[in-house]
């Protein structure tokens, strides 16, 4: 076919015709697609990643305190959020470092009994503290440790952290200190989730 200018105007016409049609059938349901939020495969259960947060790495890096850290988000194979906390204490001062994640209004967990959590070392006797602070500044720890293995499922119930209001959580996260650790470290953590 010979396609004069006349005819290439008329062909291009009738594909930016067809394309008009086609995205005006399509685009409906292109939005119902991408706009379905993805389903809770276990209704018992709240991801971290289910709730609105920030997510940041800090550290005491002012004198007398000391600590550097660096925080990257990366997947696994399943697609599954890991959270990555690089960090470096000194051995002369004090310091501390950690990572949270931080919900600005405060978070209702009272529906819920329990925080579980996939910790992974790279150094299998390094240690981590778990945090939860509520929005009054109520703080609670519970020391991590490897004990010889690089990647625990831990589990931690709420009575654990006596005096943290479970309707207002501000924030969770792990801290290490000088108080237990120095030098240079990275700790993983992911499946990240509350229990009911």
């Known amino acids: 076919m ?9 062909l291009a016409a009738i594909i930016a ?26 209704p018992t259960t709240l ?24 925080f990257w988000l990366g997947y696994d194979d399943k697609s599954i959020p890991i959270y990555r906390l690089d960090y470096s204490l000194p051995t002369d001062k004090n310091g501390f470092v950690g ?7 405060g978070q209702n967990l009272s529906d819920y009994h329990a925080i ?5 070392f790279t150094e299998p006797l390094d240690e981590i503290n778990l945090y939860i602070k509520d929005i009054s ?12 293995a690089a990647q625990m499922n ?17 924030e969770i996260g792990i ?3 000088t108080d237990f650790s120095t030098g240079s470290h990275q700790v993983r953590i992911k499946n990240v989730r509350f229990v009911k």
């Open 137 to 148: 500044n109520n703080l609670k720890t519970i020391r991590v440790a490897g004990n010889g």
């Open 47 to 70: 991801a971290i990643e289910q709730i609105p947060q920030q997510v940041f790495a800090y550290a005491g890096n002012n004198n007398p305190d000391g600590g550097w850290s660096a």
């Open 17 to 42: 015709v067809i394309g008009i049609a086609l995205g005006a059938f399509l685009n409906p349901l292109g939005q119902k697609l991408i706009n379905q939020p993805l389903p809770t495969a276990n």
């Open 99 to 105: 990572l949270a994640f931080q919900f600005s209004k």
């Open 175 to 177: 801290v290490a200190s």
């Open 116 to 120: 579980e959590s996939t910790i992974i």
């Open 154 to 170: 831990v589990r931690y119930e709420f009575t654990n952290f006596p005096d943290i209001n479970f309707n207002a959580v501000q």
């Open 2 to 10: 010979n396609l004069t200018a006349p005819k290439a105007t008329i």
